[in-house]
Nanobody
Framework: QVQLRESGGGLVQAGGSLKLSCVDSGRTFSNYQMGWFRQAPGKEREFVAAVSWNGGRTYYADSVKGRFAISRDTGADTIYLQMNNLEQDDTAVYYC?????????????????YGQGTQVTVSL
């Protein structure tokens, strides 16, 4: 059973920062890549960032590169997403994901292993 719990979302002004956290309380994905996806109203869910099992490699969507940073604390079974210089287009529900991979169609979570999501709203 997937036990991914996100926190840290909220309302922030454009240009501000937020830090999201996701705890893998079941330690299901300790040896897998994990990541973040987001879904804005009326749009499909899209990849944001991923981190390797030990935190050594990171991957980003072009839209967030240079503004967001993903990290991982293996001892705490937690991943983070530091979001800086937020823009209105970053407004979405952010989902933590386990067993994140990439194929020719893009990034995905094997088995659709997503948390419940946390809302991020960026205002002018």
């Amino acid at each position: 059973q997937v036990q991914l719990r996100e926190s840290g979302g909220g309302l922030v002004q454009a240009g501000g920062s937020l830090k999201l956290s996701c705890v893998d309380s079941g330690r299901t994905f300790s040896n897998y890549q994990m990541g973040w996806f987001r879904q804005a109203p009326g749009k499909e869910r899209e990849f944001v960032a991923a981190v390797s099992w030990n935190g050594g490699r990171t991957y980003y969507a072009d839209s967030v590169k240079g503004r967001f940073a993903i990290s991982r604390d293996t001892g705490a079974d937690t991943i983070y997403l530091q979001m800086n210089n937020l823009e209105q287009d970053d407004t979405a529900v952010y989902y933590c994901a386990g067993d994140v991979n990439k194929n020719t169609n893009g990034w995905y979570s094997l088995g659709d292993a997503y948390g419940q999501g946390t809302q991020v709203t960026v205002s002018l």
